[in-house]
């Protein structure tokens, strides 16, 4: 239903993709549950989740695949699907990207990147498609096949092919997951570049923090098909507004406690909890908030159980006496701590937060 504020956001956001209140449902399942969200011109936007949070079918509303059951898509100030508009995803100037990229293995590398210009004469069509292939530095490989190509090359004749048509805005599914990881951290390097040289507004799908944190200026971290707290990579993983937005982006130490008077005490010490009810409460400490031997001195003993070498990092389990689970640690250089080892241990409160112990309640 259209209505004064709904325009005025229509009016002010030329230039954006806006979703208003979108849902989707699947007979009785609910795939997609009252999402709201924009993007600015050249912004990359990461829909972060688990699988089945709904991630794919948001991407697929927007793209035109599927019709939502309920609210709006305004695409450049113009509504793409609502009520009693649907135009059809051939007309919304939208880029798709998908993760098993989808190149037709019969026609050329070329010819792949010219499907998406059938609309336009052939020499104009070539020109912008050898242009594209270019971009991505496989001007050179226009007459191969794609299964001739790597699997980074492969992403990146999808992308062209993706891009070569000048979308409004480009959708990208999963894109890097089929990389293995070296390659999968120099392609998305690439590809973010390339978004950014372009001037390109984009919507990337990923179910992995650290991508999400690596590629988008913000990320919408979605459960059960909505979104449950958007902002910068620093504002979801330092402030998380919940349990589950916290457990995201890191593997805690979680110990059961009491709040009283906005105090916190565990085995490992006390902890500010302002601004929380007295009540049962969930201490969640970073592993790498425990300080092993640290100058100015700890507050709680601790024994070494066992250290596995991870590279950059050792991770480090250790036993508190007086606490039901061991405690895991991410340490640097830490060669000479070995099991059975005793310690003393700090925390830093800065990697300290703390939610009701009903995890559907939000931090305030």
């Known amino acids: 239903m259209h209505d004064a504020a709904s325009d005025e956001i229509r009016s002010r956001c030329k230039g954006f993709l806006v979703v208003e209140t979108l849902r989707h449902t699947y007979g009785a399942l609910t795939a997609i549950d009252d999402v709201s969200l924009d993007v600015a011109p050249g912004e990359i936007l990461c829909l972060l989740g688990s ?32 009520p009693k508009i649907f135009v059809p995803p051939e007309q919304r100037n939208i880029g798709l990207v998908f993760q098993d990229y989808a190149l037709f293995p019969h026609m050329s590398v070329l010819d792949n990147v010219l499907f998406g210009l059938r609309h336009m004469p052939r020499a104009k069509a070539q020109d912008l498609a050898r242009r594209g292939l270019a971009r991505v530095g496989l001007a050179h490989y226009a007459d191969k096949y794609p299964q001739l190509l790597s699997g980074g090359e492969q992403q990146r004749v999808a992308l062209a092919r993706a891009l070569a ?7 990208m599914d999963e894109p890097f997951s089929n990389l293995d990881q070296r390659l999968r951290e120099q392609v998305r ?26 590629i988008a200026d913000r990320i919408a971290l979605m459960r059960k098909g909505a979104i449950v707290q958007s902002g910068a990579a620093e504002d979801l993983y330092f402030r998380p507004q919940s349990l589950f937005a916290a457990r995201f982006f890191c593997d805690f ?6 709040v009283d008077n906005g105090r916190v005490t565990t085995p490992l010490g006390t902890f500010d909890a302002s601004g929380l009810q007295d009540g049962p409460c969930i201490v969640c400490i970073r592993p790498q908030a425990l300080q092993f031997d640290p100058p100015g001195g700890g507050a709680t ?53 703390i939610f009701p112990q009903d995890t559907n309640q939000t931090l305030a």
Request: a neutral charge.
């Open 253 to 258: 130490n979680e110990i059961n406690a009491i």
């Open 189 to 214: 390097e690439e590809t973010v570049a390339l978004l950014r040289e372009e001037g390109m507004s984009a919507i990337v799908v990923t179910h992995d923090p650290e991508e999400a944190m690596q």
């Open 165 to 171: 048509p000048r979308p409004s805005l480009l959708l």
């Open 51 to 82: 699988s089945g949070c709904g991630k794919t079918t948001l991407l697929r509303l927007l793209a035109g695949v599927e019709q939502p059951s309920g609210g709006r898509i305004l695409l450049d100030g113009r509504e793409v699907a609502g």
């Open 301 to 353: 003993p601790a024994t070494i159980t066992a250290r596995r070498f991870l590279g950059r990092v050792d991770r480090i389990k250790l036993r508190v006496e007086g606490m039901e689970h061991e405690l895991h640690a991410r340490l640097r250089d830490a060669r000479a701590y070995r099991p059975g080892q005793a310690i003393v241990l700090g925390v830093d409160a800065k990697d300290v937060v």
